[in-house]
């Protein structure tokens, strides 16, 4: 529910075919079936895109302190972010130099099949746990000890690799941070930095307290769909009409696949409706310092390749996507708040959360039909209707960078 933003979002002219390409049918194509469910290509799209892009993984709330870290999944591969005691967040893979063993073991993986949420912060796929380490990173296995800068501090027996600490540091991944958030980028230098990839949000945003906010409670799914089905769908809202009866009755554009709405400008709800709850009000005060527009819209972000940002006056709903394989994502949903709301005695974020629980809901069983539907040997190919446009922005983002060279050659 949300237009992509563009800056670093891709305009390749590759990927998605133009409205009468397909014998005059007047709509543009999807992409093709197998960029969904094909393995194979699930393979490429991790190294093209979720390694080589910055990926959100946590809340820098969690990595407050010195030997502050974080564990995540990014499409199979674990990484540590660490805040060392300069106070610099670092990103490594969750790697000994010496045999290869985990340093941190990574969580065992959340259930498979659309199971119910779970409230569970930190355990399982994706962000898959946090906690702090006592000034060193010390292997399991046969205790070597690296720094938390990464550096290989020492060996036991083996004093004469002093000398080569540098070169047996832990393998680094490149780590920034927006508005709270964290991001990786596991290919280190594979594109521009993360403030060029926000591109205008951090400006659209500028007034709410993003890297202020605390999360106040979690959710978490496992979506048998492809993590672009589910960043497609949140592009969009053609579909809102007849999947979300309940959010269309809050926001009434949205029953008419929110045409016309200004995004930028933030949606209106219904006449006395200011958040996104069932009353479509709260007890929780707005942020501080919002427009007179912001105190009564809601707002929304895609940033791809992972991370979903929808705004109300009073919380903030981040999701992140963590690809599992071609057809299976897991979602994590975590809800911001103020942090002076959080403290109150009578904090209850049910409100917010039980409201998005229904609509996550019915936006991942519609995802999952969607994956299950393009299996069949028959699916080429969908089709998309000019109000879904801005869901095209998806597959030229993934086209362009499946292909830089195609890319160009398209007039980007
Ligand atoms: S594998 Fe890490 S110390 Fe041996
Ligand atoms: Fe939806």
């Known amino acids: 529910m949300r237009a992509t933003e563009r800056t670093g979002g891709g305009r390749a002219r590759t990927g998605v075919a133009p409205p009468g390409a397909d014998g005059g049918v007047p709509l543009a194509r999807s992409l093709p079936g197998a960029s969904y469910t094909d393995e194979g290509l699930f393979r490429r799209e991790r190294e093209a895109v979720l390694y080589r892009d910055w990926f959100c993984v946590g809340r820098a709330e969690m990595l407050a302190g010195p030997g502050e870290y974080l564990v995540a999944d990014v499409a199979g591969e674990s990484v540590i972010v660490v805040r060392g005691g300069d106070g610099r967040l670092r990103c490594f893979y969750n790697l000994c130099r010496h045999r290869g063993s985990r340093l941190v073991p990574p969580a065992a993986g959340g259930r498979p099949g659309g199971g119910p949420a779970e409230p569970d912060a930190t355990c399982g796929a994706g962000r898959a746990g946090h906690g702090r380490f006592a000034g060193a990173i010390r292997c399991p296995y046969h205790a070597w000890t690296y720094g938390l800068d ?33 991001f990786a980028r596991l290919e280190p230098g594979a594109g521009g930095p993360l403030a060029a990839r926000l591109g205008r949000i951090p400006a659209r945003l500028a007034r709410y307290p993003l890297a202020g906010l605390r999360t106040g409670a979690t959710l978490r799914y496992e979506v048998a769909a492809n993590w672009k089905v589910i960043v497609e769908n949140y592009n969009e809202c053609y579909h809102c009409g007849p999947v979300h009866p309940e959010l269309c009755d809050l926001v009434p554009a949205f029953a008419r696949g929110g045409a016309g709405l200004d995004w930028d400008a933030g949606v209106p709800h219904r006449d006395g409706a200011y958040t996104f709850t069932a009353t479509g009000t709260t007890r929780r005060a707005p942020f501080p310092g919002l427009s007179e527009a912001e105190l009564n819209r809601h707002k929304g972000e895609l940033i791809l390749p992972n991370l979903m940002i929808s705004l109300s006056a009073d919380h903030v709903a981040a999701f992140t996507l963590w690809p599992r394989s071609a057809g299976r994502t897991t979602v994590i949903c975590d809800f911001l708040f103020h942090p002076d709301e959080i403290a109150r005695p009578d904090f209850d974020p049910s409100d917010a959360v039980r409201f998005w629980d229904l609509v996550n809901r019915q936006d991942w069983r519609i995802c999952e039909l969607v994956q299950d539907g393009m299996t069949s040997r028959r699916f080429a190919a969908g089709y998309l209707a000019p109000m879904e446009e801005p869901s095209a922005d998806v597959g030229r983002y993934v086209a362009r960078l499946l292909d830089p060279s195609a890319a160009h050659e398209g007039g980007e």
């Open 150 to 182: 990464g550096s290989l501090r020492s060996a036991p027996f083996l004093p004469d690799l002093r000398q080569h600490r540098a070169k047996l540091a832990l393998h680094p991944v490149e780590v920034d941070t927006w508005g709270g958030f964290v």
